[in-house]
């Protein structure tokens, strides 16, 4: 899109602020009763060696809300964000091009949680709850808090410069994000566990 290199920590915190916003459309449209009509899981109950694909926590619901509220969370903080004291330049992006980039990181976080459900299936560990072993515990904490932020971070490098302490703030701020949304979510009644 543009090979404007924005400053690192500018470019962090847009995404990680962009994401905890769409984030938030995101627990409010879980929580609504429309979402339930999109509960339908994703691997449709497909199964492999016998255990299910997914499982029945990841719906087409979560597809649903993300990505649009992830392009217009894209839209809103980039048409603020050189109003903000303080603020450094982001990538020079038109309107739409922050819609696009933020519809495609939305649909990045939720994919980029598939692979660990698919693992977590096939080591027989029950959606929503934790691995039995300490050692796999500890693993799938960390991997809970990092696969959507990685998904994300993936997506903008193959789109946009990024520079590479981008990554580190964002490995560093996103995951605390994101086990903040898990609580949320839990608090909500919409997951069984906090983390």
Same mark, same amino acid.
């Given at each position: 899109?543009?090979?404007?290199?924005?400053?690192?920590?500018?470019?962090?915190?847009?995404?990680?602020?962009?994401?905890?916003?769409?984030?938030?459309?995101?627990?409010?449209?879980?929580?609504?009763?429309?979402?339930?009509?999109?509960?339908?899981?994703?691997?449709?109950?497909?199964?492999?060696?016998?255990?299910?694909?997914?499982?029945?926590?990841?719906?087409?619901?979560?597809?649903?809300?993300?990505?649009?509220?992830?392009?217009?969370?894209?839209?809103?903080?980039?048409?603020?964000?050189?109003?903000?004291?303080?603020?450094?330049?982001?990538? /020079?992006?038109? $309107?739409?091009?922050?819609? %696009? +980039?933020?519809?495609? &990181?939305?649909? *990045?976080?939720?994919?980029?949680? !598939?692979?660990?459900?698919?693992?977590?299936?096939?080591?027989?560990?029950?959606?929503?709850?934790?691995?039995?072993?300490?050692?796999?515990?500890?693993?799938?904490?960390?991997?809970?808090?990092?696969?959507?932020?990685?998904?994300?971070?993936?997506?903008?490098?193959?789109?946009?410069?990024? /520079?590479?302490? $981008?990554?580190?703030?964002? %490995? +560093?701020?996103?995951? &605390?994000?994101? *086990?903040?949304?898990?609580?949320? !979510?839990?608090?909500?009644?919409?997951?069984?566990?906090?983390?």
């Amino acid at each position: 899109m543009t090979e404007f290199i924005p400053d690192p920590l500018a470019a962090a915190l847009y995404l990680v602020i962009a994401m905890s916003t769409a984030g938030l459309v995101h627990v409010a449209w879980l929580r609504s009763r429309v979402a339930k009509g999109f509960s339908a899981p994703l691997d449709r109950g497909l199964t492999l060696r016998g255990r299910r694909l997914l499982g029945d926590n990841k719906m087409l619901r979560g597809f649903v809300a993300m990505p649009p509220a992830a392009a217009l969370s894209f839209v809103l903080w980039g048409a603020i964000w050189g109003r903000l004291p303080l603020a450094t330049d982001l990538w /020079p992006l038109t $309107t739409s091009q922050f819609a %696009l +980039l933020g519809f495609a &990181c939305g649909i *990045a976080f939720m994919l980029a949680e !598939l692979p660990n459900s698919f693992v977590k299936r096939q080591l027989d560990i029950v959606p929503g709850h934790a691995a039995s072993s300490a050692p796999l515990r500890a693993l799938f904490f960390i991997v809970d808090r990092c696969d959507s932020v990685l998904g994300v971070l993936i997506l903008t490098s193959l789109l946009l410069p990024l /520079p590479a302490l $981008t990554w580190l703030w964002v %490995l +560093l701020l996103g995951p &605390c994000m994101h *086990a903040m949304f898990s609580i949320l !979510l839990h608090r909500v009644g919409v997951k069984a566990r906090a983390l």
